[in-house]
DNA sequence: AATCAATGTACCC
DNA sequence: TGGGTACCCTTGAT
């Protein structure tokens, strides 16, 4: 149904008139770049080109009036170039991530405040002049196949315990997987009515776990026992209508003060006190009046200095000294809704946002003008509503602070098969350091972690998670491959089980089921498969 | 194979 | 500022 009736309602109209005096310059661009498609696609190299060329019915002889051209075009929603679509199998969008391509370059300014001069000649000596050579986690080591009842929103992993992975879903649901031994797993249901936004572990007992949902609700709960309680609820009386329902999305923790931080999606930040676990102060206006605040992030060095982002299309800084409406340090514009904002992870200096408008955005240094970002980069990551919002994140093991991981919403047509990789940008020059992608991850994947400690990345894609390992730390390639992939879903057990499959392995919620054959050839495969541990 | 539902953001008035 | 609605175009279920 869709696709027939976005056909006649999505292409942009554009009047084109075949008389020489009426072409402007801007038109004589747009001619070029259409001839230029439409000798691709005779070449075959185009598959998604979609120009429709329409003669409309004048009489082109009647009073020597030229004929008038109704191109009708669907343009990327990145490049605005007709041919290709952010979210569709494309191989030319010249904005799909390629090496250093689409990326506005640091204007260099000479700011001379010194205060910077000074961060800079602290830092400097922690800032290795060698980058470090990037390990990438490219290979499938296992997984839990639908695991959760709906897509997973939100990804953690255990501060102390380095094989656990938490994770939070649309329905609310709360997930704790011992991703070594696979088939140790937890689902608690009852912790959440709806989406899990964001989770954080208490920083003085790693048994405890904040979380934050779109029921209006903080929860923190007890790992081992699965009991929670709720430190804060802004809807006390229940559904009254979508105009007073609050949910809460950013969520971190300041553990020098012992509070947690929550953000509402109309405009306000409240404070949970960790040691009472109940609410602290009133709320602060932080973003636009009825705007929801999607995130928040404590700056790891100095954790009084906040940074919020939110649907008003800005992230902003703040000092929690001084926190009241309108009081921010630094209102950081975008184009269109931020749906993350990050200082970078060792000095905090460094700020990454991933907007709706396509494109990661970096501020290297706080201290330095931060009235325009130092790059964009060019990035498809679209908005779509049925997609947890898509986020770029530092890897918290580079010292140099540059890497970041970003799951893609364009795909890369692989023999066939349309996949979405998840990518790894230098964010320091916007080069595509790499793309991982394995064939049995056919949907996209919009949230991403990568391990505080270990050369390991955790995906939430649809209802499934994957956990990734840098090829070398993978068992060898066997042909009867077996891999560590628990598929949770209660008819895929059963059928399971009818076949027979149920080995002494499996236990009450799984069972291990065969690598699915890719449909590709191996070659095709950037990445090959890494076999189960013996 | 076809269809449906769930549902966030932008923009108009 | 609030209501209405067009549009964004995935995934799993039936």
Redesign the pocket.
């Known amino acids: ?2 696709p027939v ?2 056909r006649t ?2 292409p942009k109209v554009v009047i084109e008139r075949d008389s020489d005096s009426e072409q402007s310059s801007s038109d004589d661009d747009e001619q070029e770049q259409e001839e230029e498609i439409l000798e691709d696609e005779e070449n075959g190299v185009i598959e998604n080109a979609k120009i429709e060329k329409l003669e409309v019915g004048f009489d082109a002889n009647r009073k020597g009036k030229t004929p008038i051209t109704l191109t009708l075009r669907k343009v990327c ?1 990145v490049c605005k170039k007709p041919g290709h ?4 199998t494309t191989l030319n969008c010249p904005h799909r991530v390629t090496t250093e391509h689409g990326v506005v370059p640091a204007p260099r300014r000479k700011t001379s405040k010194p205060l910077e001069y000074v961060f800079e000649r602290q830092l400097r000596h922690a800032i290795p002049a060698i980058k470090p050579k990037y390990v990438i986690p490219d290979q499938v080591n296992c997984a839990v196949i ?1 695991y959760h009842s709906r ?1 997973v929103t939100t990804l953690e992993f255990h501060p102390t315990k380095n094989n656990i992975l938490l994770s939070g879903d ?1 329905k609310g649901q709360l997930g704790v997987w011992d991703f070594e031994k696979v088939y140790e797993k937890v689902v608690y249901s009852n912790i959440h009515s ?1 989406i899990v936004n964001n989770m954080r572990f208490n920083p003085t007992n790693d048994c405890m776990v904040y979380s934050a949902s ?1 029921d209006g609700t903080v929860s923190c709960t007890d790992l081992e026992t699965g009991i929670s309680s709720s430190p804060m609820n802004l809807n006390p009386d229940g559904w009254q209508g979508p ?1 007073t329902w609050k949910m809460l999305y950013g969520m971190d923790i300041n553990y020098e003060r012992g509070v947690v931080l929550v953000a509402d999606s109309f405009g306000f930040l409240h404070l949970v006190d960790m040691r009472s676990n109940h609410r602290n102060g009133d709320a602060v206006l932080i973003h636009k ?2 705007s ?1 605040v ?1 995130g928040i992030h404590c700056n790891p060095i100095q954790p009084d200095i906040l940074l919020t982002c939110g ?1 008003d ?1 800005y992230a902003r800084i703040w000092d929690m000294r001084r926190l009241e409406a309108g009081s921010s340090l630094c209102s950081l514009e975008h184009k ?2 931020v749906n993350s904002a990050y200082f970078s992870p060792i000095s905090g200096n460094k700020i990454l946002t991933t907007s ?1 408008d396509n494109r990661l955005r970096i501020w290297d240094s706080i201290f330095g003008n931060m009235e325009s970002p130092s790059r964009e980069i060019v990035h498809s990551h ?6 947890t ?1 898509f986020k770029a994140e530092w890897d918290p093991k580079d010292p140099s602070e540059s890497l970041a991981v970003v799951g893609r919403y364009i795909s890369e047509n692989f023999n066939g098969t349309a996949l ?1 990789p998840i990518d790894f940008i230098d964010t320091s020059t916007g080069q595509l350091v790499a793309e991982v992608l394995d064939p049995n991850i ?3 994947s919009p949230v991403n972690k990568l391990h505080p400690r270990d050369d390991i990345l955790a995906t939430g ?4 998670l994957f956990i990734w390992k840098p090829k070398e730390k993978c068992e060898p390639i066997e042909e009867k491959d077996e891999r560590k992939i628990v598929v949770c ?1 209660k008819a895929e057990k059963k059928r399971g089980k009818r076949k027979g499959d149920n080995s002494d392995e499996s236990d009450d919620d799984g069972f291990i089921s065969k690598l699915k054959k890719p449909k590709l050839k191996q070659t095709e495969w950037k990445l090959s498969r890494c076999s189960k541990k013996g």
């Open positions: 149904m869709a009736t976005r309602s999505f929603k679509e952010a979210g569709h639908r897509r649309k709806c779109s105009n009046k009825g929801k999607t649907n299309h269109r809704v709706q679209d908005f779509n509503r049925h997609l919002p979405h056919t949907t996209i894609s649809s209802r499934s879903d």
